[in-house]
């Protein structure tokens, strides 16, 4: 029996173990739908992700090149793939696994994720050429990784083994690997490293709030709320350094500068390069899908005919790859393209 998948839109990259839930987190159920084409945008299309023979799929990342990864469920378990523009797929499995779940993807097509033992969760980078290596921060009982960057270094959080408070970790090319929490963490959670090593991601302190922050490559952090905060969860950064969230009032965007715009569009999940946002927002117990431009202008957008539809990752092109889930609650991918 495999482990079941990381539900990203429910848990919004809260770690799985029992860390406390958030005000805004606690409106958040798993979010997927049914369907094709249809969205707000007349020159957009969508269409949806399936590997062969899945009873399930969901597509956690899409590059500029458009190669998009995440994994599937068939009769012998949960598999990570990748999917050319073309719609070609290639499936994987980490030797020794009994479940694959790629998380991320990079401009060289490097793949990010985790796979299960049967007893832990260990991280794992797959290269284009389909080499496999593991590994685990010293100590770590599971191993989660969430972001690739182009130069692959990842990031992502961990256990120590036997607990229930995660940290952060940023592992380099050459394997090594760095744990840390910004000073007075309770628990860290790392959810995005953008191409110059900057990493962003949440804390929460003894207080049970939780900050944003910021790790420099030098390995300096800052930490940060927009004004009034007592609930702040950075969701992406991009390679300039911008930062997308939501906080106990909305969604913010942290410049590079330190400066905050904040807006009400619903779940902020990734930011490009470009600074276009995607996310979803609820309305009626139903789950749409958002575009966010510079300039602030909100599109949404849903599949036709969808209950859910949630975005999960944006290219600087302004393609999206999500999550869509149908009536029979099972999960399909899609990529929607402007």
Same mark, same amino acid.
């Given at each position: 029996?495999?482990?079941?998948?990381?539900?990203?839109?429910?848990?919004?990259?809260?770690?799985?173990?029992?860390?406390?839930?958030?005000?805004?987190?606690?409106?958040?159920? /798993?979010?997927?739908?049914?369907?094709?084409?249809?969205?707000?945008?007349?020159?957009?299309?969508?269409?949806?992700?399936?590997?062969?023979?899945?009873?399930?799929?969901?597509?956690?990342?899409?590059?500029?090149?458009?190669?998009?990864?995440?994994?599937?469920?068939?009769?012998?378990?949960?598999?990570?793939?990748?999917?050319?523009?073309?719609?070609?797929?290639?499936?994987?499995?980490?030797?020794?696994?009994?479940?694959?779940?790629?998380?991320?993807?990079?401009?060289?097509?490097?793949?990010?994720?985790?796979?299960?033992?049967?007893?832990?969760?260990?991280?794992?980078?797959?290269?284009?050429?389909?080499?496999?290596?593991?590994?685990?921060?010293?100590?770590?009982?599971?191993?989660?990784?969430?972001?690739?960057?182009?130069?692959?270094?990842?990031?992502?959080?961990?256990?120590?083994?036997?607990?229930?408070?995660?940290?952060?970790?940023?592992?380099?090319?050459?394997?090594?690997?760095?744990?840390?929490?910004?000073?007075?963490?309770?628990?860290?959670?790392?959810?995005?490293?953008?191409?110059?090593?900057?990493?962003?991601?949440?804390?929460?302190?003894?207080?049970?709030?939780?900050?944003?922050?910021?790790?420099?490559?030098?390995?300096?952090?800052?930490?940060?709320?927009?004004?009034?905060?007592?609930?702040?969860?950075?969701?992406?950064?991009?390679?300039?350094?911008?930062?997308?969230?939501?906080?106990?009032?909305?969604?913010?965007?942290?410049?590079?500068?330190?400066?905050?715009?904040?807006?009400?569009?619903?779940?902020?999940?990734?930011?490009?390069?470009?600074?276009?946002?995607?996310?979803?927002?609820?309305?009626?117990?139903?789950?749409?899908?958002?575009?966010?431009?510079?300039?602030?202008?909100?599109?949404?957008?849903?599949?036709?005919?969808?209950?859910?539809?949630?975005?999960?990752?944006?290219?600087?092109?302004?393609?999206? /790859?999500?999550?869509?889930?149908?009536?029979?609650?099972?999960?399909?991918?899609?990529?929607?393209?402007?």
């Amino acid at each position: 029996m495999s482990k079941p998948p990381p539900d990203k839109a429910m848990r919004e990259r809260m770690p799985r173990k029992g860390l406390p839930s958030s005000s805004r987190f606690s409106l958040c159920v /798993a979010a997927f739908s049914l369907g094709l084409a249809s969205a707000t945008h007349a020159d957009a299309t969508m269409v949806r992700i399936d590997v062969p023979g899945s009873a399930q799929t969901s597509a956690q990342s899409i590059n500029d090149a458009g190669l998009v990864a995440g994994f599937y469920q068939d009769g012998a378990g949960w598999h990570g793939y990748v999917r050319a523009p073309g719609g070609i797929f290639t499936s994987f499995d980490v030797s020794g696994s009994l479940g694959t779940y790629a998380t991320s993807i990079n401009a060289t097509g490097s793949v990010a994720g985790w796979y299960w033992d049967g007893t832990l969760t260990h991280g794992f980078v797959r290269s284009p050429n389909g080499a496999t290596s593991t590994f685990d921060p010293p100590g770590s009982g599971d191993t989660e990784p969430l972001s690739i960057n182009n130069a692959g270094s990842i990031t992502g959080y961990y256990y120590l083994e036997n607990t229930n408070t995660p940290h952060g970790f940023v592992r380099t090319p050459d394997g090594t690997i760095t744990s840390f929490d910004p000073s007075g963490s309770t628990y860290t959670l790392a959810v995005g490293i953008n191409a110059t090593g900057a990493i962003a991601g949440l804390y929460q302190d003894s207080a049970h709030f939780a900050h944003g922050f910021l790790r420099t490559p030098d390995g300096a952090i800052t930490s940060f709320d927009p004004p009034g905060s007592n609930d702040t969860q950075p969701a992406s950064i991009n390679r300039a350094g911008a930062i997308v969230g939501f906080y106990s009032s909305g969604d913010f965007l942290r410049a590079p500068d330190g400066t905050f715009t904040t807006f009400d569009a619903g779940f902020p999940a990734a930011i490009n390069s470009k600074g276009y946002v995607t996310g979803r927002y609820i309305d009626r117990r139903r789950q749409f899908g958002f575009v966010r431009a510079p300039d602030g202008t909100v599109t949404t957008f849903r599949a036709s005919g969808a209950i859910w539809t949630v975005p999960t990752s944006i290219n600087a092109k302004g393609s999206i /790859a999500g999550i869509l889930r149908d009536d029979a609650n099972a999960s399909h991918g899609f990529l929607r393209t402007p």
